[in-house]
Structures are given as structure tokens and as C-alpha cells.
């Protein structure tokens, strides 16, 4: 198991660009999540899936964000238009979500770091 | 909606001294709480967790914490810190006991610790 991964691990773009970003959960994990830490900040919550449903958005994530995870295992983030504002840290972490009670190994990636010029 | 509170912005302590971290959380029930560390552009590393259960919870690398429900508090401790310590540390809080999952977590602005020699 090597853990999360996301790719790549630093982005530099020019303002007005499409950005990709690709997280690979834990083999296991059905559930994968994305988040965003601007400096100085925690982590804030983007959107979800649990599978290749997509179960949450926040209202962070604007029509310019798109997320998806087709077959269920890794997923991308693309940001359209890129904007200064978008400048951040992008996590990715998964987690199993069983039948029973509880949620486990909730385990973060390196992250990918976006900066937009 | 839930909140996590993270008072301390900054906190300096020597080498070998011990260590808290204080952490409150705002939420409907019994949360998920978690507490997690960040070197210096890396991700994420989960410490340790709190479910259900005993409410004195040990982690990794000799931390842990305590869940007290009258003061909605999940505070970490160290008895003596190393200077590999040093880093930034986020409380977390997501779903409930109740409903059987963490999903989105939702993070505090962090704590950096600095220790000295």
C-alpha cells in the first residue's frame, strides 16, 4: 500500500489556463475526498465521492471546478480559467466507508501545490 | 454547522518540556475528532482519532488526547517534545458517532509549533 497519491506535486500556470489535477486513493478506500489549504489556513472541504458518485459539493467548488472519478478508483480535479485566487494547496485523502459503524483510515496525500501567475 | 476553534496561533516550548494543544469544536452530537500534523509543504499526517469510546485516545509519534464532552474540547499533549516536533498541527472534526460516518472534515486554522534547544 503506498498510500495516497496526488500528481503532479507542483503546478505553476498562467492566469486564464486549465489546470488538471489526479489523485490515486488507497487501493481499498471507496471513498475519496478533495480540499483545499490556501497558506495560513486548515484545510477546507471541496466535494466528495463515495465511489463514482459524487455525494457533496460545497459551495467553495464554483462551475469553474469540476471534479470526477469514472471507474470508482483515482479521480481529477480540473479547475477551468485559472484565477490568482486559486492559488493553494489541492488534498486529496480517502477513506472505507463499510456497512458497519464508522469510517476509517482517513489518509490525506502530499498534496499538489497550484500556483497561478 | 460545526466549527473547530484552534486558539493558539503559535506556541514556542523547549525541548523536552511538555506540550498542549488546545482544540474547540462546535457541533450537534458527538463528533469524529481528529487531530493531524503538517510539515512544511507536505500533507497531512493523521495523529490520532477519537470515535467512540474511551475518552483518552494515544497516537503516534507519543501524542495523545483527551474528548471532553462538558467543555467540547479535544486538547493534544505531548509529555516531552523533540525538536522533530516542530511543525504545524490542525484539529478536525466530521460527522458523528450517530450517523456512522466522517465524511467532510472540517479543519481549525492550525497550531504552529516551534520548539527550541
Same mark, same amino acid.
Given at each position: 500500500?503506498?498510500? #495516497?497519491?496526488?500528481?503532479?506535486?507542483?503546478?505553476?500556470?498562467?492566469?486564464?489556463?486549465? #489546470?488538471?489535477?489526479?489523485?490515486?486513493?488507497?487501493? !481499498?478506500?471507496?471513498?475519496?475526498?478533495?480540499?483545499?489549504?490556501?497558506?495560513?489556513?486548515?484545510? !477546507?472541504?471541496?466535494?466528495?465521492?463515495?465511489?463514482?458518485?459524487?455525494?457533496?459539493?460545497?459551495?467553495?467548488? $464554483?462551475?469553474?471546478?469540476?471534479? !470526477?472519478?469514472?471507474?470508482? $478508483?483515482?479521480?481529477?480535479?480540473?479547475?477551468?480559467?485559472? !484565477?490568482?485566487?486559486?492559488?493553494?494547496?489541492?488534498?486529496?485523502?480517502?477513506?472505507?466507508?463499510? $456497512?458497519?459503524?464508522?469510517?476509517?483510515?482517513?489518509?490525506?496525500?502530499?498534496?499538489?501545490?497550484?500556483?497561478?501567475? | 454547522?460545526?466549527? @473547530?476553534?484552534?486558539?493558539? &496561533?503559535? &506556541?514556542?516550548?523547549?525541548? =523536552?518540556?511538555?506540550?498542549?494543544?488546545?482544540?474547540?469544536?462546535?457541533?450537534?452530537?458527538?463528533?469524529? +475528532?481528529?487531530?493531524? @500534523?503538517?510539515?512544511?509543504?507536505?500533507?497531512?499526517?493523521?495523529? +490520532?482519532?477519537?470515535?467512540? =469510546?474511551?475518552?483518552?485516545?494515544?497516537? &503516534?509519534?507519543?501524542?495523545?488526547?483527551?474528548?471532553?464532552?462538558?467543555?467540547?474540547?479535544?486538547? +493534544?499533549?505531548?509529555?516531552?517534545?523533540?525538536?522533530?516536533?516542530?511543525?504545524?498541527?490542525?484539529?478536525? @472534526?466530521? =460527522?458523528?458517532?450517530?450517523?456512522?460516518?466522517?465524511?467532510?472534515?472540517?479543519? =481549525?486554522?492550525?497550531?504552529? +509549533?516551534? @520548539?527550541?534547544?
Amino acid at each position: 500500500d503506498t498510500g #495516497v497519491s496526488q500528481d503532479p506535486r507542483h503546478k505553476i500556470t498562467k492566469r486564464g489556463q486549465n #489546470v488538471t489535477f489526479r489523485c490515486d486513493p488507497i487501493s !481499498e478506500h471507496n471513498r475519496l475526498y478533495w480540499y483545499r489549504q490556501t497558506l495560513g489556513q486548515g484545510p !477546507e472541504f471541496l466535494t466528495y465521492f463515495q465511489n463514482e458518485a459524487q455525494l457533496e459539493k460545497s459551495r467553495l467548488l $464554483s462551475d469553474r471546478f469540476s471534479a !470526477e472519478r469514472p471507474k470508482g $478508483s483515482f479521480s481529477t480535479l480540473e479547475i477551468q480559467r485559472t !484565477e490568482q485566487g486559486d492559488s493553494a494547496m489541492y488534498l486529496c485523502a480517502s477513506s472505507y466507508r463499510g $456497512s458497519g459503524i464508522g469510517n476509517y483510515g482517513y489518509t490525506f496525500g502530499s498534496g499538489t501545490r497550484l500556483t497561478v501567475v | 454547522a460545526q466549527s @473547530v476553534t484552534q486558539p493558539d &496561533i503559535h &506556541i514556542t516550548v523547549s525541548e =523536552g518540556a511538555s506540550l498542549e494543544l488546545r482544540c474547540n469544536y462546535s457541533y450537534g452530537a458527538t463528533p469524529y +475528532l481528529f487531530w493531524y @500534523v503538517q510539515s512544511p509543504g507536505q500533507g497531512l499526517q493523521l495523529l +490520532l482519532k477519537y470515535f467512540s =469510546g474511551d475518552t483518552l485516545v494515544q497516537g &503516534i509519534k507519543g501524542f495523545e488526547a483527551e474528548f471532553k464532552r462538558s467543555q467540547s474540547s479535544f486538547n +493534544l499533549r505531548k509529555p516531552s517534545v523533540h525538536w522533530s516536533d516542530a511543525a504545524e498541527y490542525f484539529c478536525a @472534526v466530521g =460527522g458523528t458517532y450517530n450517523t456512522g460516518t466522517a465524511s467532510k472534515l472540517t479543519f =481549525g486554522t492550525g497550531t504552529r +509549533l516551534q @520548539v527550541t534547544l
